[in-house]
Structure formats: C-alpha cells, structure tokens
C-alpha cells in the first residue's frame, strides 16, 4: 500500500509540474472568410488566403487563364488598380495571453493594414515578415481585418520624380520580386495580395524568436556546436535554457538570467560521432533534428530544427592566371554541376508542395549538386530548401537585386536591411546554403550596358548612382551576413566581370552570353572557359503539350501572335532559327520544329558543360541558365512549367554524371578525355569503337586506364583519317566491373551534314507494376530516339543515339494506367524530320 501511495504522488506531482507549464503560445490561422475588390468597386468577392489577386479573379470568373494564348496583354489593368481585402475574425481563445501578435509572413507590396478601423502597418516589401502588436486593439467579440494594396507604378513614379536621375527601370524602388514586372522569359503580372501566411499569435512571458547554430568544430569523434537563443522576454526572469536530441534526451542546458525584451543567449553543446551531410552523389545527407527550449518558473517555450554537419569553403587562391573560385564540402574540392532555378510561377501561392518536390527530384536525378537563387525572383519558401538539405543540393542564394540601380536614400536602406537580416536569419541554419551573392549582373551592368550615357547622366548623378550601389552590396549586405551568419561567404555580385573582358576568364565567376546574345558558333564555348560557370544558356521549345495547354490549335504555327507572346526575348525565334540552320536541317512541320529546337538547345548547352568539366581544376563549376519555367514559354530553361523534361534535361543528366567521356578534335586528332567527380582512384576499361552509320566497325580498341580522383585527363589519343567522316561516328565506353560507368558519341560533322540512313526501330513493350519496359532495336543509326505519348509520365531516357546491334532499355512510368499505351506510342528519330 505504501508504495502505491508513493507512486500515486509521484504521479500527482508529474501532473502539477506540467500543469503549471500552460500553453505559452497559440497560433489562430486567419485563412477565413477573406473578401476583395477592386478600389473602384462596390462588390466584394470570395477571396483565398494566402493568394493575389489575379488567382481571385480567376477562381470568381472574372477573368480568363491569364496564361492563355495572349490575355497576358488584357490583363494589365490588373495591375494598374488599387484592390481591398478584407476579414473578421474572433480570437477569444487568445485573450487570455499577456501578448497577441498578428503576422503577416508575406504582403505583395504597398499595403495598408487596419485593425478594427486603426492604422496599424504601411508596407512595403514583398520580402519581410511583418508582425504588430494588438494586444491593446483586439476585441472580445468580432475584429474586422482590412487591407488595402496600391499598384506599385504609380508609387515608382512618384518616387522617380523626387530624384534628378532616372534609374535604369523604375521596378529598382519597390522591394518585390522583380520578374513580376517580365522578363525575356516570362509574362508581366504585377500582382497585389496576402501572398504568404497571416495567423494571429499568442504568448505568455517568455518567446524563442530564432534559434542559430554556430559550428564551431567538426572532427572526427565530436562536433562541438553552439546554440544561440533569440529570446523575447516580458520581464527580467530566471530561466533554463536546454538542447534536446529527436529522442528527447537533454543534449546540454544550463540556467540563465532573462533581460526584458529581445536578447541572445549562448549554450555550447556536442555531438558525439557525428555523421557528415553530403552533396548529392557524395554521400548521404544525414540530419540532426533537435528542441531547443527555455523553461521559466511556470512557462516553456520550444522549436525545432533540422541541421546538417559539414563545412562549405569559398577558395580563392591566387594562381599564374589569375585566382581560383571553387567550393570545399567537409575539406574536398568538389566540382558544382547545376542550374539557375527562377521562381515556379507568376503567382507564387499556386505552387504546391508536390511541384516543389518534383522540381527538386529533376534537379537530383540529373545528378545536380547546386541551384543558384537567382536574384530577380524571390527568396523560397522554407520547403525548397528543406528538400535541398534532403537532396544534397548546395545553393548559390543571390538577395534579391537583378539588373538595376537602385535608390540610396534612408528608408530604401533600412527597409534592404530589414529584408536581409530576417532572410539571412531563416536560413542560416540549412546545410544546403553555401554562399550569399548581392545581386544579379547589377555590376556588369553598370561597367558594360551604358546605363551612363543612355540614361545622360551627369559626372555628379554617376557618382550617386554608383556610391548607393557600393552602400548596399559593399557595405550594408556584406555587414548583415558577417554579423548574422559570419560562417558563410558573401559575393557582391553576379559575375565579377562581364562576359566581353578578358578578365572575366581568370577569376570569380562568369555569365558567358557570347553564345546566343552575341550570336557566336557553339564551339566557341569550348574556348570561352573561366573559373565558375555560374550563367550560359540557350532556348529550346517546351513539349507540344504545354504549348496545347496555352494555345488553340491554330496557334500552333511560328507566326502566330500567341505563341510570339509566349516567347520573351525580343530576338529568339530568330535566334532559334539561325543556330538551328548552322547544326541541323530545318524541319517543316511545327512537330518536328518543336523537337529539333530541344536537340539545337541540348546540343550547345552539353557542348558548354563537357568543356566545363574537361578544363577542371582550372574551372570548378557549371551552372547553366535555367533549370524551369514560370509559366508556358519558349525558353532556357531545361524543364518546363509542367515538369515537363526537354532534351536538354536528358542530356544534362549525363553530361552531370559522376564519370564523363568527353572529346577535343585537333589536327586530324581526337582527344579522348575522362573527368571523374570520385573521390577515389579507380581503375576501368575503355571500349573505343569507329562505326558506320550502317553498323560496319571501321577499329576498334580497349584500354585498361587509371583514373585518378577528382581527375579530368586525356587518357587517348586517335588519328582520325581513313574513312568518310559524313557516315562514321566514334564511340566510347567506360566501363567496370561489367557496368557501363559513362559513355559518348563523337561526330565529325554537323547533324545537317551527316548522311543519315533510314533506320528500323523495332520496340517490344512489356507491362510493368508500375508502368511499362520499351527495349529498342535499330538496323541503322537512330539518331536523337525521342519517345512520346499524349497522356504524362516519365521516360527514363529520351532523344538517345542508338546505334545498330545495340539494345536499349527505357521505362516509362504513367502518372495513370493507360490500356492504350502500346498504340499511342511513338518513335522517332532525326531521320523522321528530314
């Protein structure tokens, strides 16, 4: 009996402890009831939150697809009209908290906010969470939310007309994301909303605001760490701080004074053996999830995070040449192979966590290991770099600065360092962020596109325009990220140097546009070749099912104003078309049109990144223009708005993979090279072949090699005379252990200049669990196999060389059971075009 009696107390106890720790925080989602109008109407309409205003026009019927064929041009009025949101709420759940705070992580842009009929926020960067106390403003019964959105135009020319010089574009005022404007890639929708979350939040005493983990040593037995609390106290208090593992063990505490108000506190903590995060096809990505709490007399406060042991260095040593710029992951030079990533969509709160998650698979399954935030969109969501840490994929964060000037006075300055302190601060602690940039091309631009004198300006404006440019991303950026997140390099700008000095070839990082812009041959980048490769690009056509979901049929033709409207750049269909008659015959039909352009596209962008990857160590990183799509759109990009991969996709994620054959021709010489991305020697074979194009080997040969780590060397050298070079092709294989760990095809000529034969594509389809196996044989060469069907999935391969006596395997997985499968397919090749 006695020791029931203990045991009952001991339990009656347990319940009071915890008791007296109420709920110090609650969190009221405001996602209800929300309304809108435009300024100049009486009637309200059904809005959603998070969202804008031309996804609540949508969704109410009051305007068409904006991406359709072209609406884009009638929807401008969109943007030139003031709207209102509106909701009320009750919250009496919250009135028993000493604070009530109301959030708003995301307002698009110029925004009045009032509360029961008070000001309480004038915003003004799309950027920055805004947070108010309403403690002393909320009623017991019913609040009224009222919000009222200005268009950003006319505010720019307001603030345009207060300066004696013009900016470059008047967009450089307004903090939002700058590709709402347009770009040559993308519509202009200058959109007006709650474009991120608004919740209520209540809290009691004491609040962790940020939590920042400093990695002060990472060894083999023990990761020494520290945790700083950024805690918000309503009194000066006694307080424990405590680390605690995903198996709720106390990893460290220790007990503190709290101070009234914001302070940070310090807590060291260890972790014993740790295990290493790793970049894709390096390693695993292992994560560290860990409670971080504060516990006062009778209130507790705790978070979350997911980190990540390891470290990133930015290298630059000086060489002969001039400075290196490559990164160190966990004390190893790594070669970067990637792409720029834009934002998802024009309308941010449409894309979900499944695109998100596809997006990011595509990038990995090309065997990705950095994307580069671009500095004209916006900086993610917290999704997109939780899968990068998943995924093993660096990224390359620009703030949000592209291709403009900017304003120097006081609030522009204080509302760009609002923005980087609580953007730096949300992602510091992801192992995936590997460097912060100022901005996109801010610096070339000013040095190489003749702002000064298209613009006229003065000695004296020169000196202004320039001197708020060094304010912001010499002094204010750099300044935010030493003090917020020290661990981290910080790079002014994107690039060093512009693409048309030679100087850009020896150090920093390079966007080289002499291909396409300056309408250069392809080959040109194989001489072209500086430290990082952080931008290049070329256009290819989405897939003809994106172009149906925007276009009516008799739109699909390449004079046709809606489809001009979903080509951007004010020269691409001509560009498209003059590198398209330099490498390949141009197709008739606007099919075959759509399928050669993917193959000019792929075609360059491989040619760049083989070159890329065959001058390592000289240069340490590709990064090619761009991953995806905002919209439906003839474009950079590698991936469409769907999803969708293009060749180049295809191409890349061989040109990415972890051992690549790649070739330079000189003097009648073929230079076999091998790059290897492992981290370890290796010994393999090479399986070296001159083949017609009717399958007859003209020579061959093997070869054992030796391959070094972290290597690119010529490891062959061939005479290549004594055959037709319009009907033969040279061929490789690297292989170990009975696997084929990389292969390539060389042609001697452009693809217009060979002499094609007609192949016979033979295909047996076998029904899987999940999908399908296409294995394929051919007679003949195939040249560029591209495997379609009307209804989405996923070929594992796609627009392949197949060469006769060969036999390929492609699996294609349904996104549903299509029983016509067999009859819908279709296979073609190069020669169907001619």
Same mark, same amino acid.
């Given at each position: 009996m006695q020791e029931f009696l203990k045991f009952l107390y001991l339990v009656i106890f347990a319940f009071i402890l915890v008791s007296c720790h109420k709920d110090n925080t609650h969190k009221l989602e405001l996602t209800e009831n929300w309304q809108f109008k435009q300024h100049s109407s009486k009637t309200w309409l059904p809005a959603k939150v998070p969202g804008c205003v031309h996804t609540d026009l949508l969704d109410n019927e009051i305007i068409d697809d904006p991406f359709f064929a072209d609406n884009e041009q009638k929807l401008q009025w969109i943007g030139k009209s003031d709207w209102e949101y509106k909701t009320s709420f009750y919250a009496q759940e919250l009135l028993d908290f000493d604070r009530i705070g109301l959030v708003f992580k995301g307002l698009d842009t110029y925004a009045d906010v009032y509360l029961n009929d008070s000001l309480i926020l004038k915003a003004d960067n799309i950027f920055r969470e805004w947070v108010i106390d309403i403690r002393d403003l909320i009623n017991p019964e019913r609040n009224d939310l009222y919000i009222c959105f200005y268009y950003p135009e006319r505010i720019e020319k307001d603030k345009a007309a207060q300066l004696n010089y013009r900016l470059p574009d008047e967009r450089g005022f307004t903090r939002k994301a700058p590709y709402h404007y347009g770009w040559d890639w993308g519509p202009k929708f200058v959109t007006a909303g709650i474009c991120r979350p608004v919740y209520l939040r209540g809290w009691n005493k004491v609040r962790i605001e940020n939590i920042q983990i400093i990695q002060n040593e990472l060894k083999g037995d023990t990761a020494k760490l520290t945790a700083v609390f950024e805690i918000e106290s309503a009194q000066d208090q006694k307080a424990g701080l405590s680390v605690i593992s995903a198996d709720n063990k106390t990893v460290a505490k220790s007990k503190i004074l709290l101070f009234e108000g914001i302070k940070t506190y310090s807590l060291n903590f260890s972790i014993p053996q740790p295990k290493l995060w790793w970049l894709n096809g390096l390693g695993d990505q292992h994560l560290y999830e860990l409670g971080f709490e504060v516990e006062t007399k009778n209130v507790r406060d705790k978070v979350s995070e997911k980190i990540g042991l390891r470290t990133v260095e930015l290298i630059q040593d000086s060489? /002969?040449?001039? /400075?290196?710029?490559?990164?160190?992951?966990?004390?190893?030079?790594?070669?970067?192979?990637?792409?720029?990533?834009?934002?998802?969509?024009?309308?941010?709160? =449409? $894309?979900?966590?499944?695109?998100?998650?596809?997006?990011?698979?595509?990038? $990995?399954?090309?065997?990705?290991?950095?994307? =580069?935030?671009?500095?004209?969109?916006?900086?993610?969501?917290?999704?997109?770099?939780?899968?990068?840490?998943?995924?093993?994929?660096? $990224?390359?964060?620009?703030?949000?600065?592209?291709?403009?000037?900017?304003?120097?006075?006081?609030?522009?300055?204080?509302?760009?360092?609002?923005?980087?302190?609580?953007? $730096?601060?949300?992602?510091?602690?992801?192992?995936?962020?590997?460097?912060?940039?100022?901005?996109?091309?801010?610096?070339?631009?000013?040095?190489?596109?003749?702002?000064?004198?298209?613009?006229?300006?003065s000695d004296r404006d020169s000196i202004e325009v320039r001197s708020n440019y060094l304010k912001v991303f010499e002094d204010l950026l750099p300044d935010v990220v030493g003090e917020f997140d020290p661990q981290r390099a910080y790079w002014p700008s994107s690039p060093k140097t512009g693409w048309g000095h030679k100087e850009a070839l020896y150090s920093g990082d390079m966007h080289y546009w002499g291909v396409w812009w300056g309408e250069e041959p392809f080959e040109v980048y194989e001489q072209k070749v500086g430290r990082f490769m952080s931008e290049y690009g070329f256009q290819g056509f989405p897939d003809l099912r994106t172009l149906d979901s925007c276009l009516l049929p008799g739109d699909l033709i390449l004079s046709s104003p809606a489809l001009l409207n979903h080509q951007k750049h004010p020269r691409g269909m001509v560009l498209i078309q003059k590198y398209m008659e330099r490498e390949y015959n141009v197709p008739d039909s606007f099919e075959d049109y759509i399928y050669v352009s993917q193959l000019v596209q792929a075609y360059g962008i491989k040619t760049a990144i083989e070159a890329h990857r065959r001058a390592k160590p000289y240069c340490m990183g590709t990064l090619y223009w761009q991953l995806n799509d905002c919209w439906p759109v003839i474009s950079w990009s590698s991936v469409d708005y769907y999803n969708r991969w293009k060749a180049l996709h295809y191409f890349v994620k061989k040109a990415y993979r972890e051992f690549l054959i790649s070739y330079e021709e000189k003097n009648d010489s073929l230079y076999v090279f091998i790059v290897s991305d492992k981290q370890q020697s290796i010994n393999a074979e090479l399986d070296l072949r001159i083949v017609s194009f009717d399958g007859e080997e003209s020579w061959s040969e093997k070869q054992v090699v030796d391959i070094a780590a972290n290597s690119s060397s010529i490891h062959f050298v061939k005479e290549v005379t004594g055959f037709s070079n319009s009907d033969h092709l040279f061929s490789v294989r690297l292989i170990s252990n009975e696997k084929v760990l990389a292969s390539n095809i060389y042609y001697f000529l452009p693809v217009k200049d060979l002499q094609l034969p007609e192949p016979n594509i033979q295909k047996e389809i076998v029904k899987t669990e999940k999908g399908y196996r296409i294995i394929l044989k051919t007679d003949k060469l195939a040249k560029n196999v591209f495997l379609s069907i009307d209804g989405d999935g996923f070929f594992s391969d796609n627009y392949f060389d197949l060469l006769p006596g060969e036999e390929k395997r492609i699996t294609y997985i349904p996104e549903r059971v299509d029983v016509s499968f067999e009859r819908e397919l279709k296979v073609i090749s190069v020669f169907d075009t001619l």
């Open positions: 060489d /002969s040449v001039g /400075s290196s710029f490559y990164f160190k992951v966990n004390g190893q030079a790594v070669f970067m192979k990637g792409a720029n990533y834009i934002p998802q969509d024009n309308f941010l709160t =449409r $894309v979900t966590d499944e695109k998100y998650q596809q997006t990011i698979q595509s990038a $990995v399954d090309a065997n990705m290991n950095m994307l =580069r935030v671009w500095g004209g969109g916006i900086y993610e969501k917290d999704i997109f770099y939780d899968l990068c840490d998943e995924n093993g994929i660096l $990224v390359w964060q620009d703030f949000m600065f592209a291709c403009n000037m900017y304003p120097g006075d006081e609030p522009f300055i204080e509302n760009v360092e609002q923005e980087a302190i609580q953007n $730096v601060k949300r992602l510091r602690n992801h192992p995936c962020i590997a460097i912060w940039c100022g901005n996109n091309e801010v610096d070339e631009g000013w040095v190489n596109w003749g702002w000064q004198k298209s613009l006229s300006y």
